[in-house]
């Protein structure tokens, strides 16, 4: 068959796509919109390297910090001094800065057009929208600056973030002293790079089954969708072979149309995606915001894109027509099919395991996973589903018959095209069985990503680290009068925090002096009698991995003579201060519930400690809300930021998971947000394309006789039975999967059926939400009009 028969063929069919009239346009055009969907989705799976790129390259240039292994760099006129003030409003990371430049020649930061003046401030967007609305009044007090201007787009990751530049003229004499507060000479100049351990086997893994489990659906929905108005297109293509076309010409013509609808829809995905790209700026998921410019998609992953939908819509038209015969005075598939083959759609899922199980047993501790059998066989194990699911509505279906008439209409319907209802119902059995099984992974890993706090939160709710030096009332009891005075704090504990050692300089032992009043001491240990001018000794962990043990306590002992903040190697000289310890040095334990278990050492009163070093102690104030009192912690936020700008006021968990493992979460959330979204609209261009097909038939019924209330019940049917028996399969597929899954990361097979239904329910939620919104053309279908022909 020569390559210009098949062109001939395949424009033939193109031409018949378009010039078929009313319904040859309606035809290409849903099928056009059907295959844009997915188009759009894979565009966008195409630009997400440039959207990591660009926000990487962003957040490079505006990096304003420098590894402790560079020299430091001197006073100059071209120096700023930047101090890192971040905190949070309502969950959301709001970025701060504060600056002090050194000379007219200081750097600007990006975005902006010339540093901030005395009490001025330059924000974002997004925080100056947020500062003008009522939800913004406590972070108004929080940042005590007049807004000067708007920080540009090259200076944000995204234009929803929270951020902003401050002047200061107080922070200079930091530098050196504290890690948030650096001299630098220009933007994104970052030093020595650090070196990247990349991510454990076991995080790759989930990231190659997260690409896996998002594009299957979109493939299956493309398939899907070429195929649109097939009944119609076989009795066409009958009337072609009435006029002399063979078997071989009919099928290429039959490729042709697909192909038509298969360009069409590239142009209407392009079209989607653009849409979305200019939409994309506005949208804000799980704390993420990207620019419309970030999203362009790489040219050559886009060409793939832009020649593998045609490739795919002709390939799955022809197999298609494998099983129907085209004769010229009609289509055999009118009649009852032959029964699917069960052997040949059971090996796919079997090869797919067959493909992972050389993989069990490696986690994180044995190399990387083969990214090619990774893939491959959780493809093979989705592509399952979508074989065994004809199979399974097929002989079920034909085994269905007594009921009322809704019920009969839609199991004949069901027994006459199952193949049909299965199709529709492919793509949201793959999402929801790949969907399974990484909840399945996730769960099962979590521990592994996952740390104790050693924090317990019904004893506190909320940390204040103070570091700032010089500040008297850090270490005074103003700090602890003043969180107990402020709206939502129902206690506060503060106390003041340091090192001491035997020796000035680079000292072998080190160990932590803790100062507080008596009250205060007692939330980290069990005191006996206790009065101010007390000190006392808690020792170490001895237990190997616990602690630093006998050598701390070596520094425990009355009447040694001690410094308070010594100087380390590398570090600055501090103003270390010499000091004797008490006489008497009672030792104590820690409480079980300790408020700071990592707290070990000297436990001193306020008259017994050393009175020089005070004012340069860290402190520490934990804080038990009021829950009774809205927005709590941002009335305790601002307090903190009034003592000291460079506080750190966080809340308390009790567990604490890896950033790697959270930022891959919220990926796989995104991604499923957007093939939901896929799912939900292409379910229902594909219902109204059957509807649609129906139409005659529906009116003829209806003209007969037939209620409407039957009929519509009869359509909810026939999605149901194909629906219950695709998530039913998912879930069998999705635990198969899940479990092998758990097995190569190491971690005991478990689950959580909880996950399961939750999955299984929003696959559920999704089809009936589309067979709701079809109602209302299924009744205007109904209407005797129908019945009208040409």
Known sequence: ?????????????????????????????????????????????????????????????????????????????????????????????????????????????????????????YVSPGLKKLLASKDGALLRERLPYRTAGTIGDSGLMGPRELAYYAYSDDIARHVGSDSRVARIKQYGDVGEAQDDEGLPPVLLLLILVIFVVLLMPVAVFIAAAVRFGGERRDRRLAALRLVGSDGGMTRRIAAGEALAGSVLGLVFGTGFFL?????????????????????????????????????????????????????????????????????????????????????????????????????????????????????IVETVVGRLDSGGVAWQLAVRRLQLSSGTAARMVNGIAVAVAGAIALQMLFTGVQDDFTQDTGREPSRAQMEVDMTAPGKADLVAGKVEERFQRTKGVAAAVALSVDSVSERRKDPELSSDITVGTCASLREIADLPSCHDGDAFALPAPS?????????????????????????????????????????????????????????????????????????????????????????????????????????????WVSEKTSDQYEAIRTGLFIGATCVLALIGASLLVSQLEQLRERKRLLSALVAFGTRRRTLSLSVLWQSAIPIALGLVLASVVGLTLGAVLQKMSQVPVQIYWGSVLSMTGVGAAVVLTVTVLSLPALLRLMRPEGLRTE
Not at 24 to 45: Q, S
Not at 102 to 108: F, L, N, Q, S, T
Not at 625 to 648: G, I, Q, W
């Open 1 to 121: 068959m020569s390559a210009r028969t098949w062109a001939r063929d395949l424009s033939l069919g193109a031409r018949f796509a378009v010039t078929g009239g009313r319904e040859g346009w309606v035809r290409t055009v849903l099928t056009a919109v059907g295959v844009g969907l997915g188009v759009a989705l894979l565009l966008l799976t195409t630009a997400l390297p440039s959207v990591i790129g660009k926000r990487h390259d962003r957040d490079d240039a505006r990096t304003d910090f420098t590894f402790s292994s560079r020299k430091d760099i001197p006073r100059g006129e071209d120096t700023l001094v930047s101090a890192h003030v971040d905190t949070s409003y309502h969950d959301e990371e709001v970025r701060g800065r504060l600056l002090q430049p050194e000379g007219p020649e200081a750097p600007v930061p990006p975005g902006l057009r010339s540093l901030p003046k005395q009490g001025e401030m």
């Open 543 to 651: 237990d190997p991995g616990q602690g630093p043990g006998d050598e701390v306590d070596q520094l425990l002992k009355p009447g040694l003579q001690l410094y308070v903040d010594p100087s380390f190697s590398g570090s600055p000289k501090g103003a270390e201060v010499a000091w004797k310890v008490p006489d008497r040095l009672p030792v104590v334990k820690q409480r079980h519930d300790a408020l700071q278990n990592e707290i070990w050492g000297l436990l001193v009163t306020p008259s017994a400690a050393p009175a020089a070093a005070l004012p340069q102690m860290s402190g520490r104030v934990y804080v038990r809300l009021d829950h009774a009192v809205p927005d709590a912690t941002e009335h305790v936020r601002n307090t903190a930021a009034a003592l000291d700008p460079f506080s750190d006021a966080w809340t």
């Open 275 to 391: 849409l979305g790209r200019e939409l994309v700026g506005s949208v804000d998921l799980f704390g993420i915001s990207v620019f419309p410019s970030y999203l362009t998609p790489s040219p050559l992953l886009a060409l793939l894109v832009a020649l593998a939908v045609p490739a795919a819509a002709v390939l799955v038209t022809l197999f298609a027509l494998r099983g129907v015969v085209i004769e010229p005075l009609g289509v055999v598939r009118t009649a009852r099919p032959a029964r699917r083959r069960l052997w040949w759609r059971l090996l796919l899922p079997v090869a797919g395991l067959a493909m992972l199980s050389p993989m069990i047993g490696k986690g994180n501790e044995n190399g990387d996973f083969n990214e090619y059998l990774v893939v491959g066989g959780v493809l093979l194990l989705l592509v399952g589903v979508t074989a065994l699911l004809p199979w």
